[in-house]
Every structure is written in C-alpha cells, then in structure tokens.
C-alpha cells in the first residue's frame, strides 16, 4: 500500500506552499520522499509521477492490498 500526502500552507500575498510525501510501501520503515513546491501544478506533477511510479510497480508476481 502506498499513500501520498499533500499540505497546503498559506503564505499571505506570496501564495501557498504545497508540501508532497510520497510513501511507495508504508509497510516500509523507510521514510517517505518530501518535496516543497509553489504552484499546483508542480503539485499536480508529482502526484501523477507517483501514481505512474506505483502503477509500474504493481506488475506481474507484485503483491496486491
């Protein structure tokens, strides 16, 4: 199983932060990846590249939750 976070931070007149954490297996003691980006998106990217990551992975002998 595997989850993606998003924060979402104000940062007054600037516009936002938008914080991503990725965790490919959260059985994993493995800390997940972070990354900070101003636009969405950036945001919007890197969930899709997660996604397309993890779909990748769930090929054949790969185990299914």
């Known amino acids: 199983m595997a989850v993606c976070v998003l924060r979402i ?6 516009g936002v932060l938008i914080t991503v ?7 994993a003691r493995a800390p ?3 990354r900070s980006v101003t636009r ?3 945001a919007l990217a ?5 996604l397309d990551e993890y779909e990748q992975n769930q ?3 790969h185990e299914s939750n």
């Open 32 to 34: 997940g990846r972070t």
């Open 40 to 42: 969405h998106y950036e």
């Open 9 to 14: 931070e104000s940062r007054g007149e600037v």
């Open 21 to 27: 954490t990725t965790t490919s297996d959260i059985r």
């Open 59 to 61: 090929g054949p002998g």
């Open 46 to 50: 890197l969930v899709a590249g997660f």
